[in-house]
């Protein structure tokens, strides 16, 4: 593959080309027992990520999908350019002869791996990985971990749009049809209980901040400003104001063309709370309360989801 399909518009583009051409059935691929899409995700990029060297001062973001991880990821590319002396949006923040690569670690082929370690630190690396499919040098290297966590029913209403406008997920007929496979681990990157639940098992770690979707939504310069302590980013409080101003709903919605082309009407919807209430029925309530129960209700990270609050009519 030529050195274009690791830069994030035409990698973006090519997926979406070739996944216009595949069967519902080929859009997904299992990888130890977790399904992911085919036409961005391979065999081969997994088993290299393995070996994969973290450094220490790596600024990694891990989230489920559609639990925010492209709103965060705004916000810490921000808080990098910051640190590195730069004015986020500015010309300065782009490199011109070093297209901007797929921030997914999971995303793309193997030469990304070797550009990756030509990158100046602090690099911003995303994932919607399980820990124990992440390269074990991060956790070796005890880089930190922003952790993103989003109520579950907003997480699958989110997904389910997702799914429909996006060419590399399959597409689902009905709500009930995809509510269903959502409660069955039949989701690309796997079930987000099981998710929640095997990240829990890191959440006292000193190098992993959790934060909800909620939390950012109810104080976004709060949730900034803690951000930045977290990874050690000192900000003036006119450098906070720009950040919260770059990463609202409505100002990446209004560049989403430059930062995502056509891909970001899709990414940005409503970018809201509670709108699971639109589509889940009693039934379906029941039955995501009960499964909530089950995994991760009582937890440190449970606890944090205030799931009484954002999950009950």
């Keep these: 593959m030529e050195k274009s399909m690791n830069t994030s518009d035409d990698f973006r583009d090519k997926a979406m080309i070739a996944a216009s051409s595949k069967h519902r059935d080929e859009l997904l691929f299992s990888y130890k027992g977790i399904l992911y899409p085919s036409t961005i995700c391979y065999p081969e990029t997994f088993k290299a990520l393995e070996s994969f060297e973290a450094r220490r001062d790596d600024v990694i973001l891990a989230g489920y999908p559609k639990s925010g991880s492209n709103w965060l990821s705004q916000i810490l590319t921000d808080l990098i350019a910051i640190s590195q002396k730069k004015t986020p949006g500015s010309e300065s923040t782009v490199n011109a002869e070093e297209p901007r690569l ?14 990756m370690t030509k990158l ?3 690099r911003f690396i995303a994932t ?3 820990p124990e499919n992440l390269p074990k040098s991060i956790f070796k290297t005890n880089a930190k971990i922003l952790l993103l966590i989003r109520n579950p029913k907003d997480v699958a209403t989110s997904y389910y749009h997702f799914s429909n406008g996006l060419p590399l997920l399959p597409s689902y007929e009905t709500w009930e049809d995809f509510f269903t496979d959502f409660m069955t681990k039949k989701m690309a990157w796997g079930c987000y209980f099981e998710y929640l639940s095997e990240w829990n098992k890191y959440a006292d770690k000193e190098n992993i901040m959790t934060i909800t979707y909620e939390e950012v939504k109810e104080n976004p310069a709060l949730s900034v400003k803690n951000i930045a302590t977290f990874f050690g980013i000192p900000l003036t409080e006119e450098q906070l104001q720009l950040v919260v101003e770059r990463s609202s709903f409505q100002s990446m919605k209004k560049n989403s063309d430059k930062t995502h082309g ?15 209430k639109n589509l889940f029925t009693e039934d379906q309530n029941e039955k995501m309360d009960r499964a909530f129960e089950e995994h991760i209700a009582g937890t440190k990270l449970g606890k944090k989801l205030k799931y009484d609050l954002y999950c009950k009519a």
């Design 120 to 122: 100046p630190s602090p």
């Design 262 to 276: 056509s891909f970001g009407n899709i990414l940005f919807r409503k970018g809201g709370v509670s709108d699971w």
């Design 102 to 115: 797929i921030p997914f670690i999971e995303m793309g082929n193997l030469e990304k791996y070797e550009r």
């Design 128 to 130: 919607h990985l399980r």
